[in-house]
């Protein structure tokens, strides 16, 4: 019963302050920092993967810089634009972005809260997504104490993508060429005579001569981390200092990711029962990438470009850049990889945070458990963009074998190619300030404990972003716009933002066994018109502790502790952005009318919003949660269990489908949509000790979550058939064509020929994919018809599956203990969609763009047993149907952490108080791929997902 004790006596941070954990009653998970503390990870968000049930974090372990995204509990919205989904942050009682979160180095964080029900009500219109709360460290009492720490890692992919070789490639191309000729050789109409024809001379020297592109410009990363942290005081003052270093090298040479982040903060006693904190904090990252401005601009056009270049093509020819694309080179098929990597043109972010937080505490003398807080934080954000793009010169060849495919010959031409040929700044920055007043007071009366807080809030924000480009840049001068001589032109938007906020919050508990918690919020924001801002949180829950009752705690003894719980608010979410609530014109150049002459149009005034909605208010959502917490065995064994039901209402969405076109201007956003989210999670945990030296620990939790549409924005024309929405999940599974293989006998072909079988207007030839006939065209009524025979795009599709998206999810976090060595993992599974191979994958291949590696097994009259169809028939096969199905389940462990700490007296004699070595590998293996050709953790044309090993040390002093 001792462990029960002091398990329950943990303290948790819970909004605008904090709580014993016996006394909860709301769904509150709580991190372990420590053990996520040597994760080597760009972002924060990243390292709490496979921590807690109902949270998902995806992306954060591949291309260096980018941040992992957080969701809590899957949050649905029945909107056109999908909804704001993450949650929000709060930092030391202060609102923060998802930004900010990740700027801080786990090394500064005292503990990390996720409230996930009502309990997130105290934040009223912010809350519905959940809620994340951070606690920095604090300065503590005692002599100083220093600690450091250093990480250095190596970076690779878990898997680079494999694609077809050159000869694969050819042979491919020859195919797809023989197919279009249907299959006649000879004669001016015939394949052999076309110049595409790879020729035997053509493919005999791209049998030997075929270099993968990606692995070429690809390399190992490294990464480090170094961390200082100073921290002591006496009675009368404390202090924390911190200070932290990351940076990450790219796979790709010459792009890299540096982030410094400090924080310094102190607790000064001025008198009896007053006391003033005043802290400083600060962050400066700087992520370089390459600039590809040819075709879509994406940051993994990098990725596209050397895996699209087909194997049978050199980037060089006798030392000189060759022409690689047979259209336009404003395109990722006509990008040069190393000559832009050469030019050092880049797209540059730099960002840097300031801010300064002061907080003034009173215990009140004349009343006995109150007291009085002020916190006043000042934040500055700013950022500076840059995007530097010239040229680079090509050369066409005049080619070299029968069909002219081998690169090589006399040059022909010499092609200047833009890539993107101007300098493009963005300077922005944000001044935001927020005011926190608070009461609260806090007794125990015999079995009686009661605590009441009050809060005033105030926050207020203005941001100034300026856009400027200059085009024409001269080669040979500074990246900087006064080397360049085009066309130069700017742009600048501002925005204000406000919020009040008044909250209240009773706890009440009778001799630790029955437990309450209401709270009340009101919330003003300036999205919404003057008479329409205030919206009113109103919040309950309670908590039952059953093993306290004699009747349970007399006859149930292998049961140490069982609490039931339950909770209901009403949350917001104000998604929608400003001023829509009113008429808001702009000031737009050439859009005016021009009355005789042959004059340029001149400036206009344009409706931004062509209609306003005055009535319109923030998201509503009343959150339900019912759970239990026990633990067994003399604590070795807690389960906890939570069913939550989110009902979300009067949903902001911009209305296109159920309108009439007659109203002849856009719909404003409007309280429309109607959704409910729901699922449940169990917890189980196990820690025990094997004599004085082992000891091993397992968490394990399993969740599951989906949704209804209640109501939502579709076609009338969907309404009362298959497609119709309503009361359906957002997630009703992959819609498609339902594919009965590929035909690949002459029999089989003229048995369809005799039916009269067609797929989307074409007549079914060998090596298509034979599709299900589900139904027919739509009547005069609107109604779909009997099966005919045809099939016909957008008629005879279906839901093939119940689910696309994993709704299911286990996670596994074990742990072993022997004397001072220590082992930690993090092992996620997830299952219940469908996985397919990804669209840009199924696209043919062309003589200038490359395809995954199983293409080269597809039907051809040598091959009729082959696994793909034959490449020609691209409006066939280029549909989403199961033909293209994979297994959805993924199965990995996402970290590993083998450490050593060093025998007090051992670190004694080296003059330190501690200190440890460990070994850290994040994505080190991938128990199930499903995929032959690439990692399964996303499509294959982007930047490779990661695996770092990395060693590190940590002292104190």
Do not use: C
């Not at 339900?624 to 009902?647: E, I, M, P, T, Y």
């Not at 091959?863 to 993924?890: G, H, K, L, Q």
């Not at 970290?895 to 670190?907: D, Q, V």
């Amino acid at each position: 019963m001792d462990e029960v004790a002091s398990d329950l006596n943990e303290v948790v941070v819970v909004g605008y302050g904090t709580q014993e954990k016996k006394h909860l009653t709301g769904a509150v998970a709580s991190i372990n920092v420590a053990q996520i503390a040597d994760i080597p990870v760009g972002s924060l968000t990243a390292a709490l993967r496979g921590q807690t049930p109902g949270i998902s974090v995806a992306g954060g372990y591949a291309r260096p810089g980018e941040n992992a995204t957080l969701t809590i509990r899957n949050p649905t919205f029945a909107v056109k634009n999908g909804g704001r989904t993450e949650p929000l942050y709060i930092i030391d009682d202060i609102f923060r972005t998802a930004d900010d979160f990740n700027t801080i180095d786990a090394s500064e964080v005292e503990n990390i809260s996720i409230l996930k029900d009502a309990a997130a009500a105290i934040y009223g219109i912010q809350g519905a997504n959940g809620v994340v709360i951070v606690r920095t460290k604090r300065g503590k009492t005692g002599a100083p104490k220093i600690s450091y720490g250093v990480t250095v890692g190596a970076a690779d992919a878990t898997q680079l993508p494999k694609m077809m070789s050159g000869i694969q490639q050819a042979t491919y191309l020859n195919d797809f060429l023989r197919a279009g000729k249907s299959y006649v050789a000879d004669g001016s109409s015939g394949y052999i005579a076309d110049a595409a024809w790879y020729t035997d001379d053509e493919l005999e020297y791209f049998r030997n001569n075929s270099t993968d592109w990606l692995p070429v410009a690809w390399q190992t990363a490294i990464n480090t981390r170094h961390t200082l942290n100073v921290s002591g005081g006496n009675d009368r003052a404390t202090y924390f200092a911190g200070a932290s270093y990351n940076t990450q090298s790219s796979n790709f040479d010459g792009i890299n990711t540096d982030k410094w982040t400090f924080r310094a903060s102190t607790d000064i006693k001025l008198t009896a029962g007053l006391s003033l904190g005043v802290s400083l904090s600060g962050d400066l990252t700087k992520n370089k990438r390459y600039w590809f401005k040819q075709g879509n601009e994406s940051l993994d056009n990098d990725v596209k470009s050397l895996l699209g270049t087909p194997m049978f093509n050199p980037y060089y020819v006798n030392g000189l850049p060759t022409l690689l694309t047979t259209g336009t080179t404003n395109s990722v098929d006509g990008t040069h990889y190393f000559e832009v990597q050469k030019l050092d043109n880049y797209t540059n972010t730099r960002t840097n945070g300031f801010n300064v937080q002061a907080t003034l505490n009173y215990d009140v003398p004349f009343i006995k458990g109150l007291k009085a807080g002020l916190n006043f934080s000042k934040n500055l954000d700013n950022a500076f963009n840059k995007q530097y793009g010239t040229r680079y010169n090509v050369y066409q060849f005049s080619m070299l074998g029968d069909h002219k495919h081998i690169y090589g010959g006399d040059v022909i031409k010499t092609i200047s190619v833009s890539n993107g040929d101007k300098v493009r700044i963005s300077s922005s920055y944000k001044d935001s300030y927020q005011l926190n007043g608070t009461l609260n007071y806090a007794r125990k009366f015999g079995k009686h404990s009661i605590s009441v807080l009050g809060v005033y809030e105030q926050v207020e924000s203005e941001t100034d972003l300026v856009n400027a480009t200059r085009e024409g840049v001269l080669l040979g001068g500074l990246d900087n716009q006064q080397y360049a001589t085009g066309n130069n032109l700017s742009d600048e938007s501002q925005s204000e933002f406000g919020r009040l906020a008044w909250a209240a919050r009773v706890n009440y508990a009778y001799a630790d066994k029955y437990l309450v918690e209401f709270s009340y919020r009101g919330d003003a924001s300036v999205y919404f018109a003057p008479g329409n801002r205030w919206g009113y949180f109103p919040s309950l829950s309670l908590g039952w502790v059953m093993s306290e009752e004699p009747f349970f705690k007399n006859n149930v003894k292998f049961v140490d502790y069982l609490k039931i719980r339950g909770s209901v608010g009403l949350l917001g979410i104000d998604n929608t952005s400003n001023f829509g609530y009113a008429r808001n014109f702009s000031l737009v150049t050439g859009n005016a009318a021009v009355f005789g002459g042959n004059n340029d149009a001149g400036l206009a005034i344009k409706p931004s919003n062509a209609m306003a909605n005055s009535n319109m208010k923030w998201d509503n959502n009343t959150k339900l949660n019912l759970g239990f917490d026990a633990q067994f065995l003399k604590s070795r064994l807690g389960v906890s269990a939570d069913g939550f039901l989110d009902h979300r209402y009067n949903q902001l969405t911009t209305l296109t489908s159920a309108v009439s076109l007659l109203i002849g201007a856009p719909i404003p956003a409007e309280n429309y949509g109607i959704a409910n989210n729901f699922g449940y999670e169990l917890s189980v945990t196990w820690k025990d000790k094997i004599g004085k030296d082992w000891g091993y620990n397992l968490n394990t939790f399993f969740s599951w979550s989906d949704n209804k549409l209640i109501r939502t924005d579709q076609p009338l024309g969907n309404i009362g058939n298959f497609l119709d929405a309503t009361g359906q999940s957002s997630d009703r599974g992959v819609l498609g064509y339902k594919s009965l293989g590929i035909i690949r006998t002459q029999e089989h072909l003229d048995e369809l020929i005799k039916r009269g079988y067609k797929a989307f207007g074409e007549s079914p030839k060998l090596g298509m994919i034979e599709y299900q006939d589900v139904r027919g065209p739509r009547d005069a009524n609107g109604n779909f018809t009997a099966p005919d025979g045809i099939i016909t795009e957008n008629v005879d599709y279906t839901y093939l599956t119940p689910k696309s998206s994993n709704h299911y999810g286990i996670g596994f976090n074990l742990g072993a203990t022997y004397k001072s060595i220590s082992l930690n993992t993090v092992i996620g599974l997830s299952w219940g969609g469908q996985g397919a191979i990804e669209s840009s994958a199924i696209k043919k291949a062309t003589a200038t763009s490359n395809r995954p590696a199983f293409w080269s097994d597809h039907w051809t009259p040598e091959n009729p047993d082959a696994a793909f169809p034959n490449p020609n028939y691209t409006n066939n096969y280029d549909r989403t149907s199961d033909f293209w199905f994979r297994s959805s389940t993924t199965f990995r462990m996402s970290s590993i952490n083998l450490g050593y700490t060093l025998p007090t007296k051992w670190a004694a004699k080296a003059g330190l108080a501690n200190a440890k070595v460990f070994f850290v590998g994040t994505n080190p293996i991938n128990f199930y791929n499903p995929y032959d050709y690439k990692d399964n953790t996303g499509a294959y044309d982007t930047y490779p997902n990661l695996r770092t090993f990395s060693l590190g040390l940590n002292v104190s002093l």
